[in-house]
């Protein structure tokens, strides 16, 4: 597996408007310069969606279009378009604002945006894979345990970045595999920040706090438990739900499924066989967790810990779950297959 990081320029040749790019320092994980982002006219979404024809994503409050945006060699792109409301443009605004401070190869890269119409619209590069949800559990391709570990690993940087390396630490808050985009080399690209909140410290706040809490949504199965029960938002909750896309990646069961009932949740389904596969002789539960389409073409030592991983991310206690840099660390320690990801700067 190759990595790639596509780049594009800015600009588009439909349009005779003067350019406005917001400019952001960056300097981190590697990057060093100015980040160009490109405001668009209304007219000129219209016009790199072709009035909208092709919808590739469906959200909430929002639809993704494919856009061509080759007038000046880009090649395609995906426009996210919000629906129009006072409360939306709110929520459209604090995306925004989120994406315009981020620059990191395993976040989709924000090309442009427009903000002078009801309807909001951000302009992302093409990430032609689909997402993780799809090749995971709705597509007959069989991914790889290379491929599994790799974005286990690659979501976990981005994850570092968010709540470590970013001058105002992000908590994302949606952390799923529809929101993890795969591009044609299967490299994770986290996307859709409309849940995203800025500022969070890596524990909760104390419960005299609680009047101010900010709310977050999630998904079924992905959110953290600690967070329905109070509603307070930390680091610790992404780091949750890594720990069940880890699982997912394992296992290559869902996380959450009607079919099984409301209380069926995967972490809830695997969680005594979690807490045994650290004793002497469990390997064989291990390799009954590995999902069987693998055919047990895996690495039981890594399968051991993957899964040991994922049990602390889903430990009740926040002070146990480990952060993302803990958890790189160990996943550089213990899975050995990932070790092209980080053989080199670009990793």
């Known amino acids: 597996m190759v990595s790639c990081f596509r780049c594009f320029e800015l600009g588009c040749r439909k349009s005779t408007s003067t350019v406005r790019p917001h400019q952001n320092k960056v300097k981190d994980d590697g990057f060093e310069g100015e980040v160009f982002v490109r405001k668009f006219r209304w007219e000129e979404i219209e016009a790199v969606t072709n009035d909208f024809a092709r ?4 959200g909430g409050f929002s639809n993704v279009y494919l856009a061509n945006l080759s007038g000046s060699g880009q090649g395609q792109g995906a426009v996210k378009v919000h629906a129009g409301s006072d409360r939306l443009n709110q929520v459209f605004k604090q995306e925004l604002d989120i ?18 119409h009801e309807e ?7 990430v032609p894979n689909g997402n993780l949800q799809e090749k995971l559990h709705e597509r007959e391709v069989v991914l790889s345990w290379k491929t599994r570990t790799a974005i286990a690993f690659q979501l976990a940087q981005a994850i570092e970045y968010l709540h470590e390396k970013c001058t105002l630490q992000i ?18 690209k986290l996307c859709d920040f409309g849940s995203a909140k800025m500022g969070f410290s890596s524990t909760v706040k104390p419960p005299s706090c609680s009047r101010t809490k900010q709310l ?8 953290d438990p600690h967070y329905l029960r109070t509603g307070l938002a930390s680091k610790k ?3 949750y739900s890594l720990g069940v896309i880890m699982l997912e990646l394992v296992t290559g069961m869902k996380a959450f499924c009607p079919e099984r009932g409301q209380g069926q949740l995967l972490a809830t389904i695997v969680a005594a066989d979690l807490r045994d596969i650290g ?15 693998l055919c047990g073409d895996f690495d039981l030592e890594e399968a051991r810990a993957s899964l040991s991983i994922a049990a602390l991310c889903l430990h009740q206690s926040l002070t146990v779950r480990p952060s993302a840099s803990q958890i790189i660390e160990t996943m550089k320690e213990k899975i050995t297959s990932i070790g092209f990801l980080f053989s080199d700067k670009n990793s």
């Open 55 to 58: 919808v590739i994503g469906r």
């Open 99 to 116: 994406l315009l401070r981020l620059r990191h190869h395993n976040i989709v890269k924000l090309i442009g945006y427009c903000d002078d």
């Open 120 to 126: 909001g619209a951000m302009v992302f590069e093409y």
């Open 171 to 188: 908590v994302h808050g949606d952390i799923k595999p529809s929101n993890v985009l795969l591009d044609e080399y299967f490299n994770c």
């Open 216 to 223: 977050m949504v999630g998904s079924p199965g992905y959110t």
């Open 237 to 239: 909750n992404d780091v």
């Open 279 to 293: 004793e002497h002789g469990a390997e064989e539960k291990v390799a009954a967790l590995v999902d069987p389409r």
